[in-house]
């Protein structure tokens, strides 16, 4: 078998990792990954043929080649290859977790900083035990600043994640109810999540705090790096509005009054954009250039995006993930909204274990309470509800609802389409958009 030392110099002479041979950069090291409908061991000798440098495989069985590197198991030498890597860079590494937010948090944060590092930073969603690796890993050479998102559904995974990646800064968007499933309770998604505070700590590191997720206080009280903001007064005072559907922000800060004008949906994003906009002043970035970055980012992936439409109708999608704490934010921005004729098309929530019927029954009371003008229920847990809104539609899936005429039957409204992934909403719009 091959040793973590042996498996790092073949890191260090190819171009990056892979582990899809749909996609193998030439040079790159391939690893033999398994997954409940494959095994990478099976194709370990096609991706050296389209291009990979070497191949790490946990198939004593193989074929034998010169750059086929056997070790016990793939996942676990990833994993430690990783570790081992994050240990030789020295510049400054920010570990991001939360509920609700992270990934845009993460988008928000690192355009700001690319104001003055080369900033490498998660890509999509890559924020489990596999996308940490991949993100580490796949590093430029010239990166000066690393952003490493990190995401779970169990019990100790944030800390298994800072265990490879050491963050020495660390944010914790917030906590809520998210991967209950998984997780069994909020507690223990508060533990979870504390974790990446507590490695930072352990790292002698900086840690940004909000003071409006006081759950969090009583974990970090005493320790003497702690970088506090707020949505209000800390560093700088706000005023937060919508103009458009869009977030504006006036800020306060050092006697003179700026504005930031982004193009995210929903008063939760506040709270994201003055986080990025609070770490770059750490960082010594004129808040010039912050909110100069702010403005210049668009949402493509499906959080908070506004989309433009042949038709008279306006759709926000906010469909990559929902969870009860999503998706109460997302429900109350969007009554908020004035003057419009409203509607809402809604996805299940999933991962929610036994809490699911209770969870989807306070959202349908929480529906009710709003009043939209028209609810669109998309999934089979709301066909069991006694209690629906007088102006709601269910349906099991999103087919059932393109034959009643779906967005389409939504004339002249402001649509917001929420759900977790699993439920694929972002196929309503395709033969919509432009």
Request: net charge negative; proline share 4%; charged share 20%.
């Amino acid at each position: 078998m091959v040793t973590l030392e042996a498996l790092y110099l073949a890191f260090q002479a190819s171009n990056g990792v892979s582990t899809d041979t749909r996609n193998i950069p030439p040079d790159s090291m391939f690893f033999a990954l398994k997954g409940p409908k494959f095994d990478g061991n099976d194709y370990v000798h096609e991706a050296l043929k389209i291009g990979a440098k070497f191949a790490v495989s946990d198939n004593p069985n193989i074929v034998p080649h010169p750059n086929i590197l056997v070790v016990d198991d793939v996942l676990q030498s990833l994993q430690a290859l990783a570790g081992l890597h994050r240990a030789h860079y020295r510049a400054p590494v920010l570990g991001i977790t939360g509920t609700n937010g992270k990934t845009t948090s993460k988008e928000l944060i690192s355009v700001v900083l690319a104001k003055k590092y080369v900033i490498h930073c998660t890509k999509g969603n890559l924020n489990n035990h596999i996308g940490v690796p991949l993100t580490i890993l796949n590093a430029p050479n010239d990166a000066d600043f690393w952003i490493i998102e990190m995401g779970a559904n169990h019990a100790g995974e944030i800390k298994d994640l800072c265990e490879i990646a050491q963050p020495n800064e660390g944010y914790i968007t917030n906590v809520g109810k998210a991967h209950l499933e998984g997780f069994g309770d909020e507690k223990t998604v508060l533990s979870t999540k504390l974790a990446l505070y507590q490695n930072v700590i352990k790292n002698n590191g900086i840690l940004y705090y909000n003071t409006e997720n006081i759950a969090l206080l009583p974990f970090i009280t005493g320790y003497h790096k702690i970088k506090s903001f707020n949505t209000e007064n800390i560093p700088f005072i706000t005023k937060i509005s919508s103009e458009n559907l869009t977030i504006r922000i006036d800020i306060n800060y050092q006697g003179k009054s700026f504005r930031v004008n982004s193009h995210l949906f929903g008063q939760f994003n506040a709270t994201n954009i003055i986080a990025a906009i609070f770490i770059g002043l750490t960082h010594e970035i004129s808040i010039e250039h912050c909110i100069e970055a702010i403005e210049g980012y668009i949402p493509t992936n499906m959080r908070s995006q506004i989309l433009p439409f042949l038709t008279d109708k306006k759709i926000i999608l906010d469909a990559y993930n929902a969870n009860p704490s999503s998706m109460k934010n997302a429900l109350e921005s969007f009554a908020n909204e004035h003057n419009t004729t409203k509607a809402v098309v809604l996805g299940e929530m999933l991962e929610l274990g036994h809490q699911d019927q209770r969870e989807h029954e306070n959202l349908i009371e929480q529906l009710i309470n709003l009043g939209f003008d028209e609810i669109i229920l998309i999934g089979k847990i709301y066909e069991t509800s006694q209690a629906l809104p007088l102006s709601s539609r269910v349906f099991p899936n999103i087919e059932k609802f393109n034959e009643a005429g779906g967005l389409e039957s939504l004339k002249s409204k402001l649509i917001l389409i929420k759900g977790s992934r699993g439920n694929g909403l972002e196929r309503l719009i395709s033969n919509l958009q432009k």
